[in-house]
Structure formats: structure tokens, C-alpha cells
């Protein structure tokens, strides 16, 4: 993409938390920051995204242009990046895979959305595909409490975006969607088992007369650790109906979005 034209997603981007128009609506879009391989200097490219577990996994495109982008030299040169989705900012070490995980993960992009075919195609050469692991394992910076509002507008998010995909998906569910889910899965599983351990045992020692209060938010850990096994029992089915799946995803998210509600409500303050 243009410079330009790179500055004013990023700048939109960063001034709408994520949230993008344009070719980038609704889509899964990151801003990825490299170390120039020969001036060091620091670059940001706004780039689409796929989950994959604890990683993120992006495709040096470059719109199907014939040579690599800088981004993806750059980053074999220094393989520390700075990763912003637009709710939170962390460093990743940036991994380019080869073989036949490359194969499968490209395969399974495409599957998902041909275009990534089409560039290559346009391209004349193998896309690249580079893998972003993460390296800050602590919590977002900042006032507890905002920081605990930080991680569930991350959740928020994150099931918008399925929502969007499911319903837009055809009759047969991808690869990658499955993915999609299962990450997320994943990642609310660790976040309220981490709660449960740590967060409010502390909370209750402190606050007593939050008795009442943890013993819903506990419950509602409960109702929400059913509906992911649920949720991960459907997508382990040959054949998944995206309309059964959709179902099942909203039904998460309206018992989630009340639950981080209600948290939010009780705790932030007190945490902050």
C-alpha cells in the first residue's frame, strides 16, 4: 500500500481502537511495527490477520506485487516486533515458517478467503507466511481495574469478529474459522481460570462483603465454561451448519457480555 495511503489506516486505526473503514471494515486488521533492516528505523504497516492459538499468523502479500515487502525483510533482519490490535500493544518475536506448516497454514488462509490465492497467483512467487508470538506475558499496563476493562473489550472484540465471520460464512465452515473460535476459546478459558486463582481469592481477603458478589461471578464462570465445551463439542463435528454455530456464539456472547459487565461494575472500581 502507498505510504499515504498506510498512514491514514494507521492513524484511524489507532484513533478508533481498531475499528477501520474502507477495504478494512469489519475485517481482522493489526498494526505492525519493524526495525528497518538498513536505516533502523521503525516502520508501521497495517496488515490483515489470522489467529492460530497463542500466535497470530500474517502473509507477505504485498497486494500480489512481485517482490517481498519491507516489513517482511525487515523482520527477518530483527525479529522483535511491536504488535497493536487496537485494544492492546505487546512484543512479539516474528517466526517465518517453512515446509509443510507453511503449506497447511496458506492453504487453510485460502480456504477461508481466495484472494490470498489470487495474490499469489498475481505475484509470480510463495507468500510468505510469518508467525507473531507474543513475549509479554503480563497484563496491560496501568490501573488494575482499567487494565481488567482492557482484556475484556479484547474478549468484546474478538467475539464481534466471529460473529461477523460466521454469519457471513457459506455453507461449509473453513478451517480457519474453526480456528478463529477455538482461540478464543482458549483464550477466555485461561483468563477466568486465572480469576478464579488469583484475582478473586485476593479480592474476597480484602473485601469481605463481596461475598455475594464472587459467588455469582463464580457461577457465571461456570455457565460460560459449559457453553465453551459446547462450543468446542460443535466444532469438533465433520460437518458444522454455520446457522448451529452462529447460534451457539451468540448465545456465548450475550452471557459473557453481561458477566464482564457485572465484573466490571463490582471490581473495577475497588481494583483501581
Known amino acids: 500500500m502507498p505510504m499515504d495511503f498506510n498512514q491514514q489506516i494507521i492513524d484511524e486505526f489507532r484513533a478508533n481502537r481498531g475499528q477501520v473503514g ?18 533502523g528505523a521503525s516502520r508501521t504497516t497495517p496488515l490483515g490477520y489470522l489467529p492460530d492459538g497463542d500466535r497470530l499468523l500474517v502473509i507477505a502479500s504485498a497486494g500480489g506485487a512481485p517482490r517481498h515487502p519491507a ?25 517465518v515458517l517453512e515446509g509443510e506448516e507453511r503449506e ?3 492453504a487453510r488462509a485460502a480456504e477461508l478467503d481466495p484472494g490470498w490465492s489470487a495474490y499469489e497467483d498475481r505475484s509470480g512467487r510463495t507468500l510468505p507466511v510469518v508467525a507473531l508470538l507474543p513475549v509479554d506475558a503480563g497484563p496491560p499496563t496501568g490501573p488494575m481495574g482499567d ?30 474459522l474453526r480456528v478463529n473460535c477455538l482461540t478464543m476459546c482458549q483464550g477466555l478459558h485461561v483468563h477466568h481460570s486465572h480469576e478464579d486463582r488469583f484475582m478473586f481469592p485476593a479480592m474476597e481477603g480484602r473485601y469481605p462483603e463481596l461475598a455475594p458478589v464472587m459467588e455469582r461471578l463464580r457461577a457465571e464462570h461456570e455457565t460460560i465454561a459449559r ?31 453481561a ?5 466490571e461494575k463490582h471490581l473495577v472500581p475497588l481494583l483501581n
Not at 465445551?229 to 456465548?252: F, I, K, Q, W, Y
Not at 458477566?259 to 465484573?263: A, C, K, M, P, S
Open 104 to 106: 497447511r497454514m496458506f
Open 22 to 39: 474502507g477495504p478494512f471494515e469489519g475485517g481482522r486488521l493489526l498494526l505492525l511495527t519493524t526495525v528497518g533492516a538498513r536505516t
Open 259 to 263: 458477566h464482564l459487565d457485572y465484573e
Open 147 to 176: 487494565a481488567l476493562i482492557t482484556l475484556h473489550d479484547a474478549f468484546r472484540r474478538e467475539l464481534s469478529l466471529l460473529r461477523r465471520e460466521v454469519a457471513a460464512s457459506g455453507p461449509r465452515l473453513a478451517a480457519q
Open 71 to 95: 516489513w517482511y525483510h525487515n523482520l527477518r533482519a530483527n525479529p522483535r516486533v511491536t504488535v497493536e490490535d487496537g485494544i492492546l500493544a505487546y512484543q512479539a518475536d516474528a517466526v
Open 227 to 257: 457453553l465453551l465445551d459446547e462450543l468446542r463439542t460443535l466444532l469438533a463435528a465433520p460437518d458444522v451448519p454455520p446457522a448451529d454455530l452462529l447460534g451457539e456464539v451468540n448465545r456465548l456472547t450475550g452471557e459473557l457480555e
